[in-house]
């Protein structure tokens, strides 16, 4: 489903789930939670079992028009240590790439590390190719 608003349940599955994705970065607050689901441009996805309504899983959609056409970018896919290989990244994935494609998205991309080895996997089986260009970052808080 998509996040519609930053509810308490919410805020604590990021600050579960975030952590497993990156060390290095906190879990968003519930102002920036606030902001990012009422962001036009961009859909926080919820995977959650159906039978507790605990979050399995998030994704973050982000899409946006640019002068060569409309294109959406995959971000921060996390799901529980505890529910994976039980199909939720996939099924979050799909969900992402049906709703890039409601929006006229061209292209989805996404970038994932190479240690990640089951996310790389689920990516190529489900359609991703890899590209043969250089990802470049400038770190504006350094």
Do not use: C, H
């Amino acid at each position: 489903m998509i996040a519609d608003a930053a509810t308490p349940q919410l805020l604590a599955a990021f600050a579960t789930l975030i952590p497993q994705l990156s060390k290095s970065s906190p879990p968003p607050t519930q102002a920036q939670l606030i902001e990012m689901i009422a962001a036009p441009a961009t859909d926080v996805l919820v995977a959650t079992d159906v039978s507790s309504g605990d979050v399995l899983g998030l994704l973050t959609l982000v899409v946006f028009r640019i002068p060569t056409g409309v294109r959406a970018w995959i971000e921060d896919v996390v799901v529980d240590g505890a529910a994976r290989g039980r199909g939720v990244g996939e099924a979050l994935n799909q969900y992402a790439l049906d709703l890039a494609r409601a929006k006229g998205a061209k292209t989805v991309d996404l970038t994932s590390r190479p240690s990640r080895e089951a996310a790389n996997r689920l990516y190529q089986r489900i359609g991703f190719v890899a590209r043969d260009t250089n990802v470049y970052r400038y770190d504006l808080e350094s």
